[in-house]
C-alpha cells in the first residue's frame, strides 16, 4: 500500500531562521511527488512536482529535492507569510490520477 | 484563466440527507478528481473522472458517487449523510495524465 509520512507534525520558526520539512514514501512506482501549501480554509495550492530521484526546483524561497526513498522542502530565510501547512504526496504509476497524501507539516514563522 | 470553483461553499445538512456537490475545472481540463480532509483521516481519495469516466475510485462506501459531464464540469453525491461525512470535500484538476492537479476552495459539509 502507497504511504507517506511527513515530518516534523509542527515546526515553529524565526524570520530568516531555514529549515527543512522531511515526505518520506513508500510507493509501487512513483511517477511523481507533489508539494502543496495549504492555508486555513482553503483548498492545497500546487507548489512542485518532482519526478525523478536527484530532481530539485525552486519558487522563491522553497526549493524541493527528490531522493529514492524521500523529498525535502527547504525553506530558506523564512518570513511569516509563509506560515502554512505544507503538503507532501505521491502519484503511484497506472495511469491514474490518484494522490496519496502525507498529514503535513504546519510551519508556523513568528517575526 | 479562472480557477477551479466548487459549489457551494458551505453547507449544512441533516443525518440521512443527500447532498449534491458540484465542481467546475480549469478550462481546458478534462480530468477531475475527488478528495475529503478530515483532521483526524487528512487529505482521502474518493474517485477520478477522466472524459466522463470514472477511471478509478477509493475505499469508500456505495453512498458516495459522482459523475462528469461533456463539459467536463463534475458533481459528486453523498446519500444518506452520517455525522462522520462531515468534512471538507476538495475537487482538483488536470489538464494531462499525470500533470499537476490544481485544487478548488473545497465544499464545507457539516452533518448535524
Known amino acids: 500500500e502507497d504511504q507517506v509520512t511527513q515530518s516534523p507534525e509542527a515546526l515553529r520558526l524565526q524570520e530568516g531562521e531555514s529549515s527543512s520539512l522531511n515526505c518520506s514514501y513508500t510507493?509501487?512506482?512513483?511517477?511523481?511527488l507533489f508539494w502543496y501549501r495549504q492555508d486555513p480554509g482553503k483548498g492545497p495550492e500546487f507548489l512542485f512536482t518532482?519526478?525523478?530521484a536527484g530532481e530539485e526546483k525552486e519558487k522563491e524561497r522553497l526549493k524541493a529535492t527528490l531522493t529514492k526513498k524521500e523529498s525535502f522542502l527547504h525553506i530558506t530565510a523564512p518570513k511569516p507569510e509563509d506560515s502554512a501547512t505544507y503538503l507532501c504526496?505521491?502519484?503511484?504509476?497506472?495511469?491514474?490520477?490518484?494522490?496519496?497524501f502525507g498529514t503535513g507539516t504546519r510551519l508556523l514563522v513568528s517575526p | 484563466k479562472a480557477g477551479v470553483t466548487q459549489t457551494p461553499r458551505y453547507l449544512i445538512k441533516t443525518r440521512g440527507q443527500q447532498v449534491t456537490l458540484s465542481c467546475s475545472p480549469i478550462?481546458?481540463?478534462?480530468?477531475v478528481s475527488w478528495y475529503q480532509q478530515t483532521p483526524g483521516q487528512g487529505l482521502q481519495f474518493l474517485f477520478e473522472?477522466?472524459?466522463?469516466?470514472?477511471?478509478n475510485k477509493g475505499n469508500f462506501p456505495g453512498r458516495f458517487s459522482g459523475r462528469q459531464f461533456s463539459n467536463s464540469r463534475s458533481e459528486m453525491n453523498v446519500s444518506t449523510l452520517e455525522l462522520g461525512d462531515s468534512a471538507l470535500y476538495l475537487c482538483?484538476?488536470?489538464?494531462?495524465?499525470?500533470?499537476?492537479?490544481?485544487f478548488g476552495p473545497g465544499t464545507r459539509l457539516t452533518v448535524t
Open positions: 504526496a505521491v502519484q503511484a504509476g497506472g495511469g491514474f490520477q490518484k494522490l496519496v
Open positions: 478550462s481546458g481540463h478534462r480530468s
Open positions: 510507493v509501487s512506482g512513483l511517477r511523481g
Open positions: 473522472y477522466f472524459s466522463e469516466t470514472q477511471r
Open positions: 482538483a484538476s488536470s489538464e494531462i495524465e499525470g500533470g499537476e492537479q490544481y
Open positions: 518532482l519526478y525523478s
